[in-house]
């Protein structure tokens, strides 16, 4: 269980969803005999329940390995579920290091509009406050006056400094502005948010790789890490949102967001399955701390309902 409560409750209810879905769809499968046919039965409950087919595979074969002359109770099967699933997670359970120098370490964060992409921006920002490190906003979304808007407040709430333009504004001269400020101010971490239009992809990436060569004439480095914050309402349309970014930006980690109880979080199994990209943090909630760096054991139990059984 975690070391923080509060965290671990939110964590409970952030996965109800996916959890009451997975064990749903396990419902009456357990105490049967084993054969093919209920194993069967079990690897589509898996994959109905968004945890990806590898997994899924994966789970059966453990189950099907010596099992087939005796039952397996439901905590038995939820045991084979949570490690399979923590065997997918914990590789890619990986915290966002900020380890550039010279600074700043300068993190594209990208995700289409009602991602929660701007909300997770300034939760990220509070989470590297709380870790002592100087971090710098920076509003590239300039195709959204609600966007500058909502990145400003936060960042007055949160007390990091902020780089903006005019709506519709150069979003690429913004961001070069906001490199020379961080830099001459001695700031550790530069958060840029970026347009979320798909629409149009070769605007987008237009945009993306201008933004790329402002920072390369200032940092060759940079950007240091690329951001792709995820909606976990979407269940396994995110799959296909990592497929396109991917294309346009060059993904180099993940941000799930809106594990909010009606969320289908099982897809983050999917996604590390699939991609193998990093998976920074989680975000459970709206309030400013809602998000954390995740632990792939205790996802995995919650999601396998491991936790039910046991405390219940």
């Not at 045991?79 to 594209?108: D, N, S, T, Y």
């Not at 009602?114 to 920076?138: C, F, P, R, W």
């Amino acid at each position: 269980m975690s070391t923080n409560p509060a965290w671990h409750e939110k964590l409970l209810g952030g996965f109800k969803k996916t959890s009451d879905r997975l064990l749903g769809n396990l419902a009456g499968l357990s105490g049967a005999r084993l054969d093919d046919t209920t194993l069967d039965d079990i690897e589509e409950a898996l994959i109905a329940s968004d945890l990806g087919p590898g997994t899924a595979a994966k789970v059966r074969a453990r189950l099907a390995e010596g099992q087939y002359e005796r039952n397996m109770e439901e905590l038995g099967i939820r045991l084979v579920v949570a490690e399979e699933i923590e065997r997918a997670l914990a590789p890619v359970a990986k915290h966002l290091e900020i380890e550039a120098f010279p600074r700043p370490q300068v993190i594209l964060v990208i995700g289409v509009n009602g991602s929660g992409k701007t909300t997770t921006i300034a939760k990220l920002a509070n989470l590297l406050v709380e870790q002592d490190y100087g971090v710098m906003l920076a509003a590239g979304d300039t195709f959204r006056a609600a966007a500058i808007g909502q990145l400003k407040t936060w960042a007055e709430r949160i007390g990091v400094p902020i780089v903006t333009g005019p709506e519709g504004g150069d979003a690429a001269g913004i961001v070069y502005e906001a490199v020379k400020q961080a830099t001459a101010t001695g700031i550790d971490v530069l958060i840029v948010d970026t347009a979320g239009r798909l629409q149009n992809k070769r605007e987008l990436m237009d945009e993306l790789a201008k933004i790329r060569r402002v920072l390369g004439r200032l940092n060759p480095a940079a950007p240091h890490d690329v951001v792709l914050v995820l909606d976990a309402t979407t269940g396994q349309n995110a799959l296909n949102q990592i497929e396109v970014f991917k294309e346009v930006a060059g993904v180099t980690g993940l941000v799930m967001t809106k594990l909010d109880g009606t969320a289908r979080g099982g897809v983050l199994v999917a996604a590390a399955e699939k991609y193998g990209l990093p998976i920074h943090a989680i975000g459970v909630g709206e309030k400013v701390d809602d998000l954390r760096p995740f632990d792939a054991n205790e996802v995995a139990r919650i999601i396998a309902g491991v936790e039910a059984l046991t405390n219940g």
